[in-house]
């Protein structure tokens, strides 16, 4: 079946400009994450949905940065007033997730990100 | 903050020998995933160890736990140039929040 898909692959704007990254995830995977990896470096963690749960948003960096999941399927990341800073690649990835009141975290199924880069 | 550390930043070898990479976490955990990245692409899983588990096996992959030392290791055997990429290790609260922590990765350079 289909992965993760992201979209634009790569984006180049200007900065003060806001943009829109979107991810469909896997069908029938109920936990989304993003995140952000800055060149050479690591994966930050951005915000994790999951199901009708109220998202986890304790990774985003600023309120310029803010993410919905709309009917629990495609996701949006949104950066208002973009920073120079702010130019990274942005994964998104999903899981499907046991049900019950033991929630275990299982294997992530990433896209190949979006691009961004602020000029 | 970043839960996992990974030690050696980078690590060049001669393909047929094995590579070791290590990770160290902070907090209780409930499992330690590995992944890999190749060079402008997204991740893929590799391999998951729950925090009652000592070794895995898969494939040329080995992993270990040591839930004492807070640390984990990743041995890919017989090595190949197709090896090449960025490993990385990412850790499960054990307060079950669903959420997903990574580290900083190793850079894997295996030499044909």
Redesign the interface.
């Given at each position: 079946g289909a992965g993760v898909s992201q979209s634009p692959s790569n984006k180049v704007t200007e900065k003060g400009k806001d943009v829109e990254l979107r991810c469909d995830p896997i069908s029938g995977h109920t936990a989304l994450y993003w995140y952000r990896q800055s060149l050479g470096q690591g994966l930050e963690f951005l915000i994790y949905f999951q199901g009708n749960s109220a998202p986890d948003k304790s990774g985003l960096p600023s309120d310029r940065f803010s993410a919905e999941r709309t009917g629990g399927s495609v996701s949006t990341l949104t950066i208002q007033r973009t920073q120079q800073e702010d130019s990274a690649v942005y994964l998104c990835a999903s899981s499907p997730r046991t049900s019950g009141s033991l929630i275990d975290t299982g294997e992530l199924f990433f896209g190949e990100g979006s691009r961004l880069t602020v000029l | 903050s970043?839960q996992g550390e990974e030690d050696p930043q980078a690590l060049s070898i001669q393909e047929g020998e094995n590579a070791t990479m290590n990770c160290s976490y902070k907090t209780s955990i409930?499992?330690l995933?590995w992944?890999r990245q190749n060079s402008g692409?997204?991740?893929?899983?590799l391999i998951?160890i729950r925090s009652n588990e000592r070794e895995k096996h898969s494939g040329r992959l080995r992993v270990t736990l040591d839930t004492s030392k807070k640390s984990s290791s990743l041995l890919i055997t017989a090595s190949r140039a197709a090896d090449t990429a960025s490993y990385?290790c990412?850790t499960?609260s054990s307060s079950?929040?669903?959420?997903?922590?990574?580290?900083?990765?190793t850079t894997l350079q295996v030499k044909p």
């Open positions: - | 970043q409930n499992n995933q992944y692409r997204g991740l893929v899983h998951l990385f990412a499960a079950n929040t669903g959420k997903l922590i990574f580290g900083q990765g």
